[in-house]
Nanobody, 123 residues
């Protein structure tokens, strides 16, 4: 079983930055593909970014490409989402996700999910 805990959400002005952190525990984290998703009020959850097991490959939704960066630290069992040039439409609950035995980037479905962290971007 993998436990995922997100942190780093909050309120930021448009154009600002936030860094989300996902701390993983419970299994051999290095063999898992990792991803970030978000869900805005009244909308379905959507893919944001993914990173492969080694951290050598990343994938982004078109809406965040060039503004967000996903990375991972295997020694700390942690995945990050650096969000820059943020827009009001980035407002959502952000979720970290993990899937075992996937060596490439992976848009889903994912086996394990965190509880989410709220990100609000004011205009």
């Amino acid at each position: 079983q993998v436990q995922l805990v997100e942190s780093g959400g909050g309120l930021v002005q448009a154009g600002g930055s936030l860094r989300l952190t996902c701390a993983a525990s419970g299994r051999t984290f290095s063999s898992y593909a990792m991803g970030w998703f978000r869900q805005a009020p009244g909308k379905e959850r959507e893919f944001v970014a993914a990173i492969n097991w080694s951290g050598s490959s990343t994938d982004y939704a078109d809406s965040v490409k060039g503004r967000f960066t996903i990375s991972r630290d295997g020694a700390k069992n942690t995945v990050y989402l650096q969000m820059n040039s943020m827009k009001p439409e980035d407002t959502a609950v952000y979720y970290c996700a993990a899937h075992p035995s996937i060596s490439r980037t992976w848009r889903g479905p994912y086996n394990y999910w965190g509880q989410g962290t709220q990100v609000t971007v004011s205009s």
